[in-house]
């Protein structure tokens, strides 16, 4: 399968279209239509062409979920399909479904706050097409401020929490009778928001969500890698993503990942399931594929059973992996030469900051050495690594944020993301400046940590815009260079750095308060 070109595009969307209305004669009114917002431009701005397009996972479990059910169920990848708000509308209204619910959860998880342009969008735009269709929205961001996003948004319901039981309960009458519904904000009669009892987590993983709905999604050579995932490799589609595990036990200051969740938790698919998941994707011609776990390399018994099945079924050799991992969670090399066979390529670990202190805040209490040891191991075993820093975290300075970048450069990981520390709604940073009344981005887009309106939480030490130049200024110094060029070549070849240089070329975005 290979990635449709823009002349393509059309057709596949009109495929869609035609397929959504073809409803089987068993259910002659499509109970629910999940909608996925569109946001490249408002995400990554002139970087969108190198950003992976990620099938959307948790519209897919919650597809599944639903049709376990019983109900009509299809997916609207407007993000993928690169739809206009109107071509949403319309779409909604030529299908009219019971229920559109616009699915608001990110492609990053712990950054859904950055869909939320491209969600209002999509709401508003129904809205005007088709009044008459009751809307919801779920996803990290709504359920962080779920009042305010009822309050703000052109939506009859919000959903806080996982979204589950509360669209079942929805679709089973609690859209005439939304008092019945578990995990709902709605207006109530005298013109007050109304938040209903909070609905129960998913226990049974395996039973009622055991795979993603991927027949109800667009044709997976449309959704691409990002263009590190790719390298080596002669195209970045088709590309899909999974999870293997649910939530976080832990508590980053900057992440809002356990918000839909009511805390940090953690919840495992059986290695069954994940091993017929990957084959299932595998003999769709899908390679590249990442593991969406917010922490997938924290227990290595899981992990090692996960190698165990691919091995087992003979895949190792037809994946391209990258997973998330805690500096301080792999420590076994010979699990990580395992894990090679088994075709993990990439391991993203959470780096942040150099200076320990800085560290240390963010629930990452490991050493300098420990940091060196892991990266290495990594890459002895043949996996490469993805170094992720924040600027601007709590702590910082001028002097410990060069600090940062002379350890990213010295580590020299295969691929390095250079974020602003942003206050994200539902993470401890976002409390914290709310009660002490700090500067926040005035839109939703200003939340994008490329995009035009960015705006990073300052520090005690730095102003947002100190913050954001050097955060773009460590980005051109990194992949421009020579010595990281120079291994980037011996690995993967001219063509990957000409990628490479392609991307600086682009980057990094214009920014509003900077006056670029």
Request: with cysteine.
């Amino acid at each position: 399968m290979r990635q449709p070109s823009q002349k393509e595009l059309p057709h596949l969307r009109q495929r869609l279209a035609k397929r959504i209305q073809a409803t089987p004669p068993s259910r002659k009114r499509m109970d629910a239509l999940l909608v996925v917002p569109n946001s490249r431009t408002s995400a990554y701005g002139p970087l969108a062409r190198f950003a992976a397009v990620e099938p959307p996972v948790w519209a897919g479990l919650l597809a599944t979920f639903l049709l376990n059910k019983g109900y009509g169920v299809e997916i609207l990848d407007a993000h993928a399909l690169d739809l206009s708000p109107e071509q949403v509308g319309q779409q909604v209204s030529d299908t009219c479904p019971r229920l559109a619910c616009v699915v608001a959860y990110g492609h990053q998880p712990s950054a859904s706050t950055q869909t939320m342009p491209g969600a209002r969008a999509a709401l508003e735009a129904i809205r005007a097409a088709a009044p008459q269709i009751p809307t919801a929205i779920l996803g990290g961001h709504p359920s962080a401020l779920p009042e305010r996003t009822l309050r703000e948004e052109p939506v009859d319901y919000v959903i806080e929490g996982e979204g589950l039981y509360t669209l079942a309960a929805l679709l089973q009458g609690g859209v005439a009778d939304p008092a019945t519904v578990p995990g709902l904000w709605w207006w109530g009669d005298r013109g007050h928001p109304v938040r209903n009892a909070p609905a129960p987590l998913v226990k049974d993983l395996d039973g009622e969500m055991s795979r993603v709905a991927w027949e109800n999604l667009p044709p997976l050579a449309i959704y691409r890698t990002h263009n590190w995932h790719a390298l080596g490799h002669a195209g970045a589609s088709p590309f899909a993503a999974f999870y293997t595990t649910l939530n976080c036990p832990f508590s980053c200051s900057f992440c809002m990942i356990s918000s839909p969740f009511g805390g940090s938790g953690y919840q495992k698919w059986s290695l069954e399931i994940i091993g017929t998941e990957l084959q299932r994707l595998v003999g769709m011609g899908v390679r590249h594929v990442k593991v969406v776990d917010e922490m997938h390399w924290l227990s290595e018994k899981h992990v090692e059973g996960i190698c165990d099945e691919i091995l087992r079924r003979g895949l190792g050799d037809h994946l391209n992996i990258w997973c998330y991992a805690r500096v301080d969670s792999v420590r076994r090399p010979d699990l990580l030469e395992k894990a090679q066979r088994a075709g993990y390529r990439w391991v993203a670990l959470g780096i942040e900051a150099a200076d320990s202190t800085v560290r240390d805040g963010q629930d990452k209490n490991f050493s300098d050495a420990q940091i060196v040891k892991t990266v290495r191991a990594i890459q002895d075993s043949g996996i490469h690594v993805i170094g992720n820093y924040i600027f601007g975290l709590p702590g910082d300075t001028l002097d410990t944020m060069r600090r940062t970048l002379d350890l990213a450069l010295e580590l020299r990981c295969e691929w390095a993301n250079f974020y602003p520390a942003m206050a994200f709604p539902g993470s401890r940073l976002y409390r914290d400046a709310v009660a002490s009344g700090m500067r926040l981005p005035e839109t939703w887009a200003g939340y994008a940590p490329v995009g035009y309106e960015c705006v990073p939480l300052l520090t005690a030490a730095l102003t947002s815009e100190e913050i954001l130049r050097f955060r773009d200024l460590a980005f051109l110094r990194y992949f421009g260079d020579p010595e990281y060029l120079a291994m980037m070549q011996q690995t993967f070849g001219q063509a990957a750095v000409a990628d490479i240089l392609q991307m600086v070329a682009a980057g990094p975005p214009k920014r509003r308060i900077l006056g670029i």
